[in-house]
């Protein structure tokens, strides 16, 4: 028998050794202490023999009877830990208020979870507003709350009254029975408790009060600068004046509580805990502005699983996930004990359920989560909502003013055409990007091909596409900013700066005096030529389907909240500072040949009118550039600098390249603008050029071009001279020659 018995001790030991570990850490400051230690409990003994699981689950809970801290030290004892990727905890509980900020840390549970236990909630809309972020699963609700109306039994019969369904209702029965009972000398009652005090229940009533103000009832919330919201606002003031005061309205939970108790409140607003004990009340969905057009806040606490822990702890902690959210838990243990509403709504079918709660309720719920997902730093959001609800109660602030400034705490303002100098920056670039598109057509009319024969058809086809690539990024810039429109953009305008520039760079390359290899074979194969240069900027452009981008959002809590493309680190800068390095050299590649095939007859109109773009183009380009290191708290000032330099820029090149120029014939004046940039103590002459004109070109005159005997000479007798090197004289035969050499 000793030996049984040792036996069986070391075969205890050795399972005990085999056995997972799994530490999970519970919130419950309410009612619900004594809920979890049967749980766990349950979970030991009979779930984890029943499928042979060898999971031992141990409990750490932060309760009123062993923590006097509140709420908020738990969530952020959690971030600390899950901050620091500790493993000291394996499952978390938490407010589904938190699942935005847990996100990072917790594994995706429908990739863990069986398809046929995901389906159960992926249908729950309470699930999916709870649960749910950026396209994961981080938490499945082991119980929902919502907030429901509780209307006075006794009062309602007393005369003969209905469960108002809408606000209009609801302030005419409170008036009826409240002049009736002050004529009956009840001064004690109090018509309407919509539960708003000085914390974040009032996120709760704001956001259930202006969700059931919806028109339709798939309408999301009416936007806080909506004239929807606007009138409801008005409204509420209305509600509160006839059925309630400022004191009872901002009182606190438990004192809202003792009142219901009492029993001297016609109608309250609260949770659907079980305070009505005495059945004093009827429990119904909120009412609305419109009849079956309602809102009920939906608050959750959610089971997680943090990702860096070993992957045996993960799938251990997704068995214990499965057994809290399983049908069986929810209905024999949250519904039957405690009385709690499950995010899985098929259980409202089953007449056993209903017998502990109200399944018509939890059928028609139309229910609406604070926006914890929406906002990074949700306690600090509440906190400024609930101020500026309260400065309009007791304040007298307009309430046109109030929405504005909630609105304001999280809308992100972009360029919108729906603001006027937005719509005219708009206005012009598009209607300069189809001047662009169909500005290739003059190129097919006969009378005026000799203007354009500088380019090839496909050069100025070419150098079309380039400014179109221009405008489009520029018009990028409306809208809601993304980090695929910040990386998009870089790429736009290399691409665009390379189509523009690259067969003017071809056409001087091919025309160059001193004629050589690489420009036979440029002049022979344009085509190629730019194909391998554009296709040069397109491969770096792939670098950036890495992303070197991100987007910084600034909050100034007005209008001018707005996000920006930051640079992530060193590698991104470098990136950028490439790209900029390769467009500087197209810009200098371009002013050199414009140098060397200055006097050439054949282009000599053609390269005043280039030297006259490039000039213009150069503050521009530089403007553009150094704009996007610029940090303002001002973004629209820096976008409309932006575009009005971007204007300027198609307007001083394309623009006047295809339009100005041939609407006047005699452009000496610019001609001679480009030439003086040259001009040198030369003697002067006209000729016509080639391109059809009589242009002022300078020749070098004797006194300052010397003949190689002269130069000769002149190093034996001036030492300054001698600094002419070959190169130069190669450079200067080129800047003067009218022909190829």
């Not at 006839?242 to 009182?251: F, R, S």
């Not at 405690?338 to 229910?367: G, H, M, R, W």
């Not at 046109?400 to 603001?419: A, C, E, G, P």
């Not at 002067?684 to 002269?710: F, R, T």
């Amino acid at each position: 028998m000793k030996i049984y018995n040792t036996i069986l001790l070391v075969l205890y030991f050795i399972a005990s050794i085999k056995a997972i570990d799994l530490n999970i850490v519970i919130q419950a400051f309410f009612e619900y202490s004594d809920l979890y230690s049967p749980l766990i409990n349950d979970f030991n003994t009979r779930y984890a023999k029943e499928k042979n699981l060898d999971i031992h689950l141990n409990l750490q809970l932060f309760s009123a009877q062993n923590s006097s801290l509140n709420e908020d030290f738990y969530s952020s004892t959690l971030s600390s830990i899950l901050n620091k990727k500790s493993s000291k905890y394996d499952i978390f509980l938490y407010d589904q208020l938190n699942t935005r900020t847990y996100s990072p840390y917790f594994i995706d549970l429908k990739q863990y979870l069986p398809k046929e236990h995901m389906n159960m909630y992926t249908s729950s809309n309470e699930a999916v507003m709870s649960g749910y972020y950026d396209g994961k699963w981080i938490g499945l609700p082991i119980y929902v709350k919502y907030k429901l109306l509780y209307s006075n039994k006794a009062y309602l019969k007393k005369y003969n009254r209905t469960i108002p369904e809408t606000w209009d209702e609801l302030v005419e029965t409170a008036q009826y029975i409240l002049e009736r009972e002050h004529a009956e000398n009840n001064t004690e009652i109090i018509g309407y408790n919509a539960l708003m005090p000085k914390n974040d229940i009032t996120m709760c009533s704001i956001y259930e009060y202006l969700y059931s103000f919806r028109e339709n009832l798939d309408d999301p919330m009416p936007e806080f600068n909506s004239e929807r919201a606007l009138y409801a606002f008005k409204k509420f003031n209305i509600i509160k004046n006839a059925t309630t005061t400022n004191d009872i309205l901002t009182a606190d939970p438990m004192y809202s509580a003792s009142l219901m108790h009492s029993g001297i409140t016609i109608f309250s607003s609260y949770f659907d805990y079980n305070i009505d004990d005495k059945g004093h009340y009827y429990t119904s969905e909120m009412p609305g502005e419109i009849n079956g057009i309602h809102g009920s806040c939906l608050t959750s606490y959610n089971i997680g699983v943090p990702k860096f822990i070993p992957e045996e702890k993960i799938r251990a902690a997704v068995e214990v996930v499965k057994y809290f959210t399983s049908l069986e838990t929810q209905k024999n243990v949250f519904v039957k004990i405690f009385k709690n509403y499950s995010a899985i709504k098929s259980l409202y079918d089953d007449p056993e359920v209903c017998e502990y709660l109200n399944c018509t309720i939890a059928k028609k719920i139309q229910s609406i989560q604070r926006p914890g997902n929406l906002v990074e730093d949700y306690d600090s959001y509440a906190a400024r909502v609930v101020n500026l609800f309260f400065d309009y109660l007791y304040n007298k602030k307009s309430a046109k003013d109030i929405l504005l400034n909630i609105d304001n705490l999280t809308r992100v303002y972009t360029f919108t055409v729906k603001s006027t100098v937005d719509l005219i920056f708009f206005i012009i670039l598009i209607a300069l990007f189809y001047l662009v598109l169909f500005s290739p057509g003059l190129l097919f009319i006969s009378s005026l091909k000799n203007n354009f024969h500088f380019l090839s058809v496909e050069g100025w086809i070419l150098y079309s596409i380039g400014f179109a690539l221009f405008i489009i990024n520029e018009v990028l810039q409306f809208g809601k900013l993304t980090i695929f429109k910040c990386n998009l953009s870089n790429a736009l305008f290399s691409t665009s700066f390379a189509c523009i520039y690259t067969p003017i760079i071809q056409k001087l390359f091919s025309n160059i005096p001193l004629s050589n290899t690489f420009s036979k074979w440029v002049d022979s194969n344009p085509s190629q030529f730019n194909f391998i240069v554009i296709f040069t900027v397109l491969f770096y452009n792939i670098l950036y389907i890495f992303q070197p981008y991100y987007l910084k959002t600034y909050m100034y809590g007005d209008d001018n909240n707005h996000s920006v493309c930051m640079l992530k680190n060193n590698a991104s800068i470098a990136l950028l500072l490439i790209q900029i390095f390769m467009c500087f050299c197209l810009y200098l590649c371009i002013v050199i040949l414009i140098f060397l095939e200055w006097h050439m007859e054949n282009t000599l109109k053609s390269i005043r009118n280039l030297t006259f773009t490039m000039a213009t183009s150069a503050p521009s380009l530089i403007i553009l550039i150094v704009i996007k290191f610029i940090n303002t708290n001002d973004f629209r000032i820096i976008y409309y600098i932006h575009a009005s330099i971007a204007i300027i820029f198609i307007i001083s090149n394309h623009t006047y390249i295809f339009f100005i120029r041939l609407l006047f014939k005699n452009d000496s004046v610019v001609v001679n603008l480009s030439h003086s940039l040259f001009r040198t103590s030369h003697s002067n002459s006209n000729i016509k050029s080639s391109d059809g004109a009589d242009v002022e070109i300078s020749s070098p005159s004797m006194d300052n071009i010397q003949s190689p005997d002269q130069k000769i000479s002149s190093r034996d007798t001036s030492q300054s001279k001698l600094s002419m090197s070959s190169m130069s004289n190669r450079l200067l035969s080129c800047h003067y020659a009218k022909n190829q050499i």
